[in-house]
Each structure stands twice: as C-alpha cells, then as structure tokens.
C-alpha cells in the first residue's frame, strides 16, 4: 500500500426500500432506487480495495449487522464500523476522528459519486502526506463527495445545512478562516436526483465507461 498510515472511510447506509435514494423513487421505485443505491456501495467498493492505497473501513447506518453489509464484508477487503448517532455532520466527525486515533490522514467518501475514481483517492491521500491540513472534492450540486483531514476539526461540521448547494462554499470558508492549508480536487456529480441519473447514463454511453452497477 502506497499510503498504510491513512486510512479510506466509505459512508454508506444499508440500501433498505423507501429509505435510501428517495429522490430517485419516482423514477425508479423504491426497489429499484435501493438496488441502485446498493450498485453504487459496491462500485465505490472495489474501486477503493482495488487501488491498494490504503485499508478501507465501511461505516455503517443504521447497523453494520444487516445481511448487506456483512455481505460487504465477506466480499472486500475491508473493515466495518457503526456511524455514531446524530445528524450527518456528527456522524462524519466521529467517523474520521476514530480513524485518525489510528492514522495520520483519513479521507472518508460517500457511495452516491460513480464517477469518483482511483486518481481522485491517490490525489486526496498525497495532498494530505505532503502536507496540507484538508482536502475537499467538490460536487456540482454545492457540496462534496470527499473530505480528508491529518486532525479532527467538529467546527467544519457542525452548524452546516447539509444537502444544500452551500456545503463546499461554507466549507471552504471555515478553512481559510482557521487558516488551514487545503487542497481541492477536480468536481465531480453525485447522483441524487432523476436528473442526475439521466445524465450519468447519458455520460456513461458516450464515454463508454463501465460502472459495476450497470
């Protein structure tokens, strides 16, 4: 592994019809906006265990003892663990504030960015190993598909509105006013709405690009 000392957090929740992908229901179905759903953990997955750049650990909601995520865990390489309690800043903070009791970077990503891609995690992980504080993907729709920090900060997720266009912007703002040095990746789309989707496929089929969730 190119970077044993960091470690990759993958935020997923167990794709359970009617909870996950809601947006996507009218297009899709309850069943269907799950299945997708469960397409994407598994794409960001093997994607993250295949690179080799560092272990990977899959926090969980609302429980890492559903078939779905023990299933994950029989198939990759990777570690489960509870998210806490709380809204998604709350529960993002715990996560990589565990993981760097035992590390000295982490970058935690969500399972809703397709296109998010090796180059992406090696860019994140480098940034932090030559020094930056933080490091932020920026999504399209305001707010970002990855975050990685060297030390825990509560103050870059607490009070945010997430799911609004401005979480990168406010992000963005609170580190330059703690005066941490951060590097930011190339945008990517999240796939949230029908609108999303559509276009993803409509990308995937020009490019030619295989997704495991095809």
Known sequence: MKF??????????????????????PLL???GAASLHARFVHNTLHMA???????VELWGSPSVETPFFQDCAQHYDITLHPQ??????RRMHHAISNALERARSAVLVGADCPGLCAADLTGALDALAQGAGAVVGPARDGGYFLVGLTQPDPHLFTGIEWGTSTVFSETVRRLDDAGIDYHCLAARNDVDTPEDYQR???????????YRWQ
């Open 84 to 89: 806490s309690a709380g809204d998604l800043g």
């Open 29 to 31: 179905g309850e069943q």
């Open 200 to 210: 993803l496929l409509t990308e995937a089929a020009r490019t030619g690009q295989e």
């Open 4 to 25: 044993p000392r960091s470690r990759i957090l993958v935020f997923a929740r167990d794709p359970e019809p009617g909870t996950v992908k809601t947006r996507l229901v």
């Open 49 to 55: 265990c295949s690179a080799g750049l560092s272990p």
